[in-house]
């Protein structure tokens, strides 16, 4: 078992971190930093880009270089940095709201390009800054401060659409899954291409108090029961299926990605 603390990428006088309590936000942070000692990243070669939103904000805590953008678009500004300087470690941060809400078609496109870079998006089923409104990963049915009788919309599946898109690698863990969550982190910033990891949390704030869970304990369990494995989703019947998501590695391919290829056309372009 890995002794990394992740500390020395934590900026300790940007504390106590500003979110809700019994949120897992600070889980996923120390997920990420931890894997960050692991693999040896230096604060002069990785940068992280956030977007707009609770997560967004985790970029107040890292003492790597960082990039903090507009609502939706933190994955167009990353590919920008990637492309310019290759040997960049980009990570991006985004909320389910910033990042497949507004920013769905910079996700797509991302995937589809497979920009070497790793996105991890963190899950709280509704914008949690702004007061709790429903977004594209808001279940069916569930109650948030814009859809007081019940969601009429189906959520969005964002590591499906990840996959299909073209995405290297695709995995979905949970903050109550902590010790698989790190490793599917360490995974992501290991994989040439476009990574993907999304961290279903706990917001006790909004989506809970909303849906019949008031406290993180209970939110929580909801996360220990529902987040289930592929083979164990795939023995429930179409309706025992309901309410339950599948956590694990999703998708695990090599395909070349977007700096690679662009180099072997320029080379053909110089006549190389």
Not at 26 to 33: F, K, M, R
Not at 163 to 191: D, F, P, S
Request: proline residues 3%; aromatic residues 8%; positive net charge.
């Amino acid at each position: 078992m890995s002794h990394a603390t992740g500390l020395k990428y934590l900026k300790k006088d940007s504390l106590p971190l500003m979110w809700c309590s019994g949120c897992g936000n600070g889980i996923v942070l120390a997920a990420l930093l931890r894997a960050f000692e692991e693999l040896g990243y230096g604060n002069h070669n990785t940068v992280v880009v956030t977007g707009i939103g609770c997560w967004g904000k985790a970029d107040d805590y890292i003492t790597t270089n960082a990039l903090h953008t507009t609502h939706g678009r933190a994955l167009a500004f990353a590919t920008g940095i990637k492309a310019v300087n290759p040997k960049l470690n980009v990570v991006v941060l985004m909320g389910d709201g910033d990042g497949v809400t507004i920013g769905g078609n910079h996700f797509i496109h991302a995937a589809r390009r497979n920009i070497d870079l790793t996105a991890i998006v963190v899950n709280n089923c509704n914008y949690g800054m702004t007061g709790g409104q429903f977004s594209a990963t808001t279940p069916a049915d569930s109650f948030t401060s814009t859809t007081a009788y019940g969601n009429p919309e189906r959520e969005l599946d964002i590591c499906a659409l990840a996959g299909v898109a073209g995405a290297n690698y695709v995995a979905r863990g949970t903050v109550y899954h902590g010790r698989a969550l790190q490793n599917h982190i360490k995974e992501a910033l290991n994989k040439k291409g476009f990574s993907l990891v999304e961290v279903v949390s706990p917001c006790p704030t909004h989506f809970g108090r909303n849906n019949k869970m008031k406290s993180a304990v209970n939110m929580l369990r909801w996360l220990k029961e529902k987040g289930v494995t592929r083979e164990e989703y795939e023995r429930m019947t179409g309706p025992e299926k309901n309410g339950y998501f599948v956590i694990g590695k999703l998708a695990d391919r090599n395909a070349p990605d977007f700096n690679t290829r662009y180099e072997e056309i320029r080379a053909r372009a110089l006549g190389q």
